[in-house]
Nanobody, 121 residues
Framework: QLQASGGGLVQAGGSLRLSCAAS????????MGWFLQAPGKEREFVAA????????YYADSVKGRFTISRDNAKNTIHLQMNSLKPEDTAVYSC????????????????WGQGTQVTVSS
């Protein structure tokens, strides 16, 4: 029901735009989040956006570089990733939580499959 796309290989300093398209249900009343998981590590919070789009939250490591947005008319969220660093390399997944925007991944109700982001130095 959540389909992430837009990952790829990019050089350090470059940009990528991830998208997460929802289908099968309307996620307009859901907070949406992006999480990353690097090999051998736990899933980490990246960014989240409230159901209205009026509130956004970011991990300290991505503040000023990443921007989360949503288009409720298209049931889609985006993650604009600028000034990418090699340490941003991970699988990025989107998730939905009814009404709220927690930063703990285990609180989310729905998950999409991940998209690989690789940043070369």
């Amino acid at each position: 029901q959540l389909q992430a796309s837009g990952g790829g290989l990019v050089q350090a300093g470059g940009s990528l735009r991830l998208s997460c398209a929802a289908s099968g249900r309307t996620f307009t009343t859901y907070g949406m989040g992006w999480f990353l998981q690097a090999p051998g590590k736990e899933r980490e919070f990246v960014a989240a956006i409230s159901w209205s789009g009026g509130a956004t939250y970011y991990a300290d490591s991505v503040k000023g570089r990443f921007t989360i947005s949503r288009d409720n008319a298209k049931n889609t969220i985006h993650l604009q990733m600028n000034s990418l660093k090699p340490e941003d390399t991970a699988v990025y997944s989107c998730a939905a939580h009814y009404k709220r925007v927690p930063q703990r991944p285990d609180f989310y109700d729905y998950w999409g499959q991940g998209t690989q982001v690789t940043v070369s130095s």
